[in-house]
């Protein structure tokens, strides 16, 4: 199954991707995480992207495109990925047309979780990430069993340079502006899906999952 999240930031894409992604047991790719972890490497990539990321800005189309190009090449993507947080850009979605086009696939769904700017600012403010494992946790809908410790690893939980209000408004607008229009994009090519991403963890992963097993259905049927 090959799957895109699209959404605003802080809708929980990442908390369904990673969900999925057990589920099905194909990769969840993240261009937030590779790009954090760029960062905390003080690779080339990260050294260029960090500014960009500590400010709610994109970071250059062509740095995304070339990071995911060599991820869906590795051997795991064969049967199936969970793209998050890319495309963001309808430069990045038409690369990634290119990609698949070679790869001789085709994308299954584009998953558009929705939810209204309060829930999202909500959400943004109280996530806190584990600086050693990267898994998400939220102080008031996901708390740690202890208060500033990853359940999983015992790591450091901290805040988001980029989930400070500035940057919190900075990305909205940014999503608006250009990431909102692949929304009409993927209408366009028939692969668009609206989740309601409003509700609780749960009741959104039981929205995507019933619309999957509908689909994968449809596709066993044409198949034979
Ligand atoms: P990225 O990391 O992709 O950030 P984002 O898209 O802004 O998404 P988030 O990770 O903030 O949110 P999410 O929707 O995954 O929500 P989550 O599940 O964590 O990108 C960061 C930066 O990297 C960008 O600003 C940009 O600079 C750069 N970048 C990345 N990709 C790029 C690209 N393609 N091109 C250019 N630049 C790029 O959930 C949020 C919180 O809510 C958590 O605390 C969670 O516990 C909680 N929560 C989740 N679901 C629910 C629920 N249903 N009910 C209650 N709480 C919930």
């Not at 709610?56 to 969970?82: H, M, N, Q, S, T």
């Not at 696939?105 to 494992?133: F, H, K, Q, W």
């Not at 028939?190 to 619309?211: A, E, M, N, P, Y």
């Amino acid at each position: 199954m090959r799957l895109i999240f699209l959404g605003p930031p802080g809708v929980g894409k990442g908390t369904q991707a990673v969900k999925l992604s057990q589920k099905y047991g194909i990769p969840h790719i993240s261009t937030g995480d590779a790009l954090r972890e760029a960062v905390a490497k003080e690779t080339e990539i990260g050294l260029k992207a960090k500014s960009y990321m500590d400010r709610g800005a994109l970071v250059p189309d062509e740095v995304v495109i070339g990071i995911i190009r060599e991820r869906l090449d590795r051997d795991d993507c064969k049967d199936g990925f969970i793209l998050d947080g890319f495309p963001r850009t309808v430069k990045q979605a038409e690369a990634l047309d290119e990609i698949l086009k070679a790869m001789g696939v085709e994308l299954d769904a584009v998953l558009n979780v929705e939810a209204p700017d309060d829930v999202i600012i909500e959400r943004l403010s109280g996530r806190r990430t584990c600086r050693s494992c990267g898994r998400v946790y939220h102080i008031i809908y996901m708390p740690p069993k202890k208060e500033g410790v990853c359940d999983v690893c015992g790591g450091e939980l901290y805040q988001r340079d980029d989930d400070k209000p500035e940057a919190i408004a900075r990305r909205l607008q940014v999503y608006k502006e250009q990431t909102a229009p692949l929304i009409e994009y993927y209408e366009g090519k028939g692969k668009l899906h609206r989740i309601d991403g409003s509700q609780d963890v749960d009741g959104v992963f039981r929205q995507i999952t019933g619309l999957l097993e509908g689909e994968k259905a449809d596709y066993e049927k044409e198949e034979g």
